[in-house]
T-cell receptor
């Protein structure tokens, strides 16, 4: 089955700096890769996603890149703000089931 | 904006007791999921449900677990005899259609504490 690895487990950045979180997946048939943000006591919220026929997608300060050959995808957050502090999960999916990475705790220091 | 609603938000129970967690999916969604998150760990797939039957389940989803959609609206997860290790956040998620690229919507979760 699918296995998703996520790095780093924790990331501290200064406000205004960029943050990058990386994930790899094992199932080459996976073709949908969402990123979720989870704040304390809440459910995961989708922040951006990418399909396998696209290499890069951007939404304001957030971007995701996908390298299908290498089976890895990354989340880029530019100009980080304190409210970006949360746990971020990558995931991979083929058809129904999402498989999540272990999560990255992002702390943005002001 | 449509949302997935879960109840209760928090339940405390004694080991060995039965627990039912409830989810109201988004109205035009057809695929339903339960995920579990033990404190500080990753979100883990438990089970998927479509057309009134389980379509896939994980190793975690043993005989103590069951799901049903008894009245066409609520989607429930039952744990027959809870164990300490069942303590976790349980998330319901729903999907409109099984296209490979549809968004999975998550509820806010039900926190289960087993004493």
């Amino acid at each position: 089955g699918e296995n998703v690895e996520q790095h780093p487990s924790t990331l501290s950045v200064q406000e205004g700096d960029s943050a990058v979180i990386k994930c790899t997946y094992s199932d080459s048939a996976s073709n949908y890769f969402p990123w979720y943000k989870q704040e304390l006591g809440k459910g995961p919220q989708l922040i951006i996603d990418i399909r396998s026929n696209v290499g890069e997608k951007k939404d304001q300060r957030i971007a995701v890149t996908l390298n299908k050959t290498a089976k890895h995808f990354s989340l880029h957050i530019t100009e980080t703000q304190p409210e970006d502090s949360a746990v971020y999960f990558c995931a991979a999916r083929r058809l129904g089931k999402l498989v999540f990475g272990a999560g990255t705790i992002l702390r943005v220091k002001s | 904006e449509p949302e997935v609603t879960q109840t209760p938000s928090h339940q405390v129970t004694q080991m060995g007791q039965e627990v039912i967690l409830r989810c109201v999916p988004i109205s035009n969604h057809l695929y339903f999921y339960w995920y579990r998150q033990i404190l500080g760990q990753k979100v883990e797939f438990l089970v998927s449900f479509y057309n009134n039957e389980i379509s896939e389940k994980s190793e975690i989803f043993d005989d103590q677990f069951s799901v049903e959609r008894p009245d066409g609206s609520n989607f429930t997860l039952k744990i027959r005899s809870t164990k300490l290790e069942d303590s976790a956040m349980y998330f319901c998620a729903t999907l409109r259609r099984l296209a490979s690229t549809g968004e999975l919507f998550f509820g806010e979760g039900s926190r289960l504490t087993v004493l």
